[in-house]
């Protein structure tokens, strides 16, 4: 498959060398990358409700507190937006071939897309990531396919859609919970010998299954923990059990729409060039002040009253009404900042770093996986549940560290990460050059 040889048009052979990539996106794709692994160490370090309720990891009061409230504000989901928005960019570049076959560079697109996926099973089954978010997608993006020849106008209105319909799945959970929260208070404030009626009873078995399902229950938690600290087949059990649910009714009821609504986006704005520096400072500077003007005061809103509910389930991040808007804003507002600082050409070495992550996400994302598993699971050195949110952020600073001077170090001697030289190769079924020229 992989021999030098390929029946491919010559124009078509190899991907998009490092001379012509879009700096500002693989700048904007490493802050992402780097930023994703806020919120996704809770569960690589924590209990799997830890991500929704931060009583789990005892993150309620005090400095955890504030770090809790400030991944909260500052970071949930976001960093995922702009990283789905960069993937939807990421196909109009694949697709721009000049001359090029158009069903041969459809043939590359799902073949790549294809192998995407595997990446994602191999992440969450071998590598037992139960967040892994390349299997989403890669089914995302055969849809995504679609949509290719679509104006920015028609993207952006397929766009808005697609959140819509997330936001009122959202809307759609926050009053039933609303609802089902109510009921299930009223059943356990009656007095002792007062029997519960058939609708409280089932509205607590309810309430118990979606606690036991989010890990939030004590029992579920203990036996998680435990699961955990132990060894490759026990984590393997746990970690499918959950998975298999999450790529089938958690893809269609929530992460397929999730990521296919920012996809869409993210093309629209590669059409208006939003993603590189041709635009003016003064566009970019008007995107991180209204994107920042309205999801950090949202988020900090959001936040608050989740906390004063008394973390009710109502009011984690996903139930929240406003939970797209809050986001979208804060991705935005994100975009806008790094696309001015690489207009301004201010601070240029941590932006040249930034963007060996980029160019390097897919490796960086693996790495994370493996680094974080040989830490806190039991196959390494098992330190689950061990650390509270400081210990963990500064396990993440170093982390993040590591990975801008690894990759720093790798791309000067190579062209591609050692996993997307693989997923390239084996998309055009041609072995890619790997040494940079001179190397």
Same mark, same amino acid.
Request: one cysteine or more; charged letters at 15%.
């Given at each position: ?279 003016? %400072?003064?566009? !970019? $500077?008007? /995107?991180?002040?209204?994107? &920042? #003007?309205?999801?950090?005061? @949202?988020?900090?809103?959001? *936040? ?100 801008? %001077?690894?990759? !720093? $170090?790798? /791309?000067?001697?190579?062209? &591609? #990460?050692?996993?997307?030289? @693989?997923?390239?190769?084996? *998309? ?12």
């Amino acid at each position: 498959m992989l021999r030098g040889m390929s029946e491919l048009s010559p124009t078509i052979q190899a991907p998009v060398g490092g001379k012509v990539r879009i700096r500002s996106i693989d700048t904007l794709r490493g802050v992402a990358l780097l930023g994703i692994l806020i919120i996704n160490i809770l569960a690589f370090a924590q209990p799997f409700g830890s991500l929704f309720d931060p009583r789990v990891d005892g993150a309620a009061e005090g400095a955890n507190f504030a770090l809790f409230a400030g991944a909260e504000i500052f970071v949930e989901g976001g960093m995922r937006a702009i990283f789905s928005m960069l993937f939807g960019a990421g196909l109009l570049i694949f697709m721009n071939k000049p001359g090029a076959d158009a069903s041969e560079v459809r043939g590359l697109y799902y073949r790549r897309t294809g192998l995407l996926i595997l990446f994602g099973l191999f992440n969450a089954y071998a590598l037992l990531w139960v967040g892994d978010i390349l299997f989403i997608y890669g089914v995302a993006g055969l849809l995504l396919f679609l949509f290719r020849n679509l104006s920015a106008r028609a993207l952006l209105i397929w766009a808005v859609g697609v959140m819509l319909f997330t936001t009122v799945l959202h809307t759609g959970l926050h009053f039933s919970l609303r609802q089902l929260a109510e009921v299930v208070a009223e059943a356990q404030a009656l007095a002792p010998g007062v029997e519960m009626t058939e609708q409280q009873q089932e509205a607590v078995q309810t309430w118990n299954t979606m606690l036991a399902d989010q890990g939030l229950s004590a029992a579920g938690q203990a036996e998680e923990i435990e699961a955990r600290r132990s060894g490759y087949a026990d984590n393997f059990v746990f970690a499918a059990s959950l998975t298999i649910v999450m790529q089938t009714v958690g893809l269609l009821a929530f992460g397929l729409w999730d990521a296919l609504g920012m996809m869409l986006l993210g093309m629209a704005f590669m059409k208006w060039r939003v993603f590189d520096t041709t635009r003016g %400072v003064r566009f !970019h $500077l008007l /995107l991180m002040c209204a994107g &920042f #003007g309205v999801g950090l005061p @949202l988020n900090a809103w959001e *936040t608050m009253t989740f906390v004063d509910s008394g973390y009710q389930l109502y009011w984690q991040s996903f139930n929240r009404p406003t939970y797209d808007l809050g986001r979208l804003a804060l991705a935005l507002g994100y975009i806008g900042l790094v696309m001015t600082i690489c207009r301004s050409g201010l601070l240029a070495r941590p932006q040249a770093a930034l963007a060996n992550v980029g160019r390097m996400a897919l490796t960086n994302y693996l790495m994370q996986t493996v680094i974080c598993n040989l830490v806190f699971l039991g196959v390494g050195l098992g330190q689950f549940a061990a650390w509270d949110r400081s210990g963990m952020y500064l396990f993440v600073l170093g982390v993040w560290l590591f990975q801008l %001077v690894f990759s !720093h $170090l790798w /791309l000067r001697r190579y062209r &591609f #990460g050692p996993c997307e030289w @693989l997923w390239r190769s084996l *998309t055009y079924r041609r072995r890619q050059p790997m040494l940079e020229a001179g190397s």
